[in-house]
C-alpha cells in the first residue's frame, strides 16, 4: 500500500510541475508574441499600379500607437498618399493618412522601389515618414526664413528685386538697391506681405516666365550668360526696356550687366543668383564693378572722383579768384 501511495504522489507532484512549466511557456510565448508585434516590420506594397491609395498586410492583429514600419512602395505614388493594412485577423485599418511631416502629405516625391520607413501615430490617426524628402538641397538654394516684404502684389515664379522698403517684381524700368540681393520666387504674393522661401539657385526655368512683362518673343543664346541689363546710378540700378540679353559688350556702351545664370536651351536657364553683382565694359573686358575703386579726371571746372563703372562719386569745383 505504501509503494502504491508513493508513485500516486509522485504522479500528482509531476503533474503540478508539467503544468507549472507549461503555464510559463504561455507566458514566455506570449511575452515573445507581444515583442514580435511590437519591432519594425517589413511591408511590401500590395497595390497593382501606381496610385496614392497604398496597400499591404501585416502581422500585427491591430494598429496601435507607435507601430513601425518598412514599406516598399511597388509603384511611384500618385496624389495624397494613404496605407490601408490588412492585419493578420482579416480586418482591415482603413485608408490612413500619409504624411511627410507636421501637416504636410506624402504625395510623389518617392518613385517605385522605394523603402520608406513610416510610424503609426494614434492621435492624429495616420502615418509619419522617419525622413523628410526635399529636393532644395540637391539642386537649388533657399532662403528659408521670411526675410522681406512684397511692394505689390506679385505672381508666382517671379525673379525679385528690392531695397530696404520691400521687394517687388524685376521688369523693364524698375529700379532696385545692389546692396539688395536678387531673388526667384515660385510664390504668388499679395501686396504687404512677409515673404519667405526665396531662392539663390533654381534649375529649369523659363526666361519668359520669370522676367515680368518680357516679350514672349525674346529668345537667348544656348551656353551662353544671361545678364539682367540696366543702368547704375550709385547704389540703384534701373532696369532697361530691353531687359535680360545673353549678348555680353564688346565695348563701353554705357550700360551695366548682371549675370544670373547660364542658358540651357534659348529660352530656359538655369538661375545662380550667388554672384548676381553689376559688371561694366572696363579696360577691354567685362569686368565686376567695385565701388572702392575710382579713377581721379581733371575737367575744365573742377576734379571728378568716378568709380569704375564711370558714375560720378564727388567732385571738386575749381577755386576761382574773386
Not at 70 to 82: R, V
Not at 143 to 154: F, M, R, S
Amino acid at each position: 500500500m505504501s509503494n502504491i501511495s508513493t508513485v500516486g504522489q509522485e504522479r500528482e507532484s509531476l503533474i503540478r510541475v508539467l503544468s507549472l512549466l507549461s503555464d510559463i511557456l504561455n507566458s514566455i510565448s506570449a511575452d515573445f508574441s507581444e515583442l514580435s508585434n511590437r519591432t519594425v516590420e517589413f511591408i511590401i506594397g500590395t497595390q497593382t499600379k501606381s496610385t496614392g491609395a497604398w496597400t499591404g498586410k501585416s502581422k500585427s492583429e491591430e494598429l496601435y500607437d507607435g507601430k513601425r514600419i518598412i514599406y516598399l512602395l511597388p509603384y511611384a505614388g500618385s496624389g495624397n498618399a494613404t496605407l490601408n493594412l490588412t492585419l493578420s485577423n482579416g480586418s482591415t485599418t482603413g485608408a490612413k493618412a500619409v504624411y511627410r511631416y507636421g501637416t504636410t502629405r506624402l504625395t510623389t516625391q518617392y518613385a517605385a522601389n522605394y523603402y520608406i520607413p513610416m510610424t503609426f501615430n494614434k492621435a492624429k490617426n495616420g502615418w509619419f515618414c522617419d525622413a523628410d524628402y526635399d529636393t532644395n538641397q540637391i539642386d537649388r538654394l533657399r532662403y528659408a526664413n521670411a526675410v522681406t516684404v512684397a511692394k505689390e502684389t506679385t505672381t508666382a515664379a517671379k525673379l525679385i528685386c528690392g531695397d530696404s522698403t520691400g521687394y517687388k517684381m524685376l521688369t523693364a524700368g524698375v529700379s532696385f538697391d545692389i546692396n539688395y540681393p536678387l531673388f526667384y520666387d515660385a510664390t504668388a504674393r499679395t501686396e504687404g506681405a512677409v515673404i519667405s522661401n526665396l531662392y539663390l539657385i533654381m534649375p529649369s526655368l523659363s526666361v519668359l516666365t520669370i522676367i515680368n512683362g518680357l516679350d514672349a518673343n525674346w529668345t537667348g543664346d544656348i551656353y551662353k550668360i544671361l545678364y539682367v541689363k540696366g543702368t547704375l546710378s550709385g547704389d540703384i540700378f534701373t532696369v532697361a526696356s530691353n531687359p535680360v540679353t545673353t549678348t555680353a559688350p564688346n565695348s563701353a556702351d554705357g550700360f551695366c550687366y548682371i549675370p544670373i545664370g547660364m542658358m540651357y536651351s534659348t529660352y530656359q536657364v538655369n538661375l545662380n543668383l550667388i554672384n548676381a553683382a553689376p559688371h561694366s565694359y572696363i579696360n577691354g573686358r567685362l569686368a565686376k564693378i567695385d565701388s572702392a575703386e575710382f579713377s581721379i579726371n581733371e575737367v575744365a571746372d573742377g576734379v571728378e572722383f568716378r568709380n569704375s563703372a564711370g558714375n560720378l562719386i564727388y567732385k571738386i569745383p575749381v577755386m576761382k579768384e574773386a
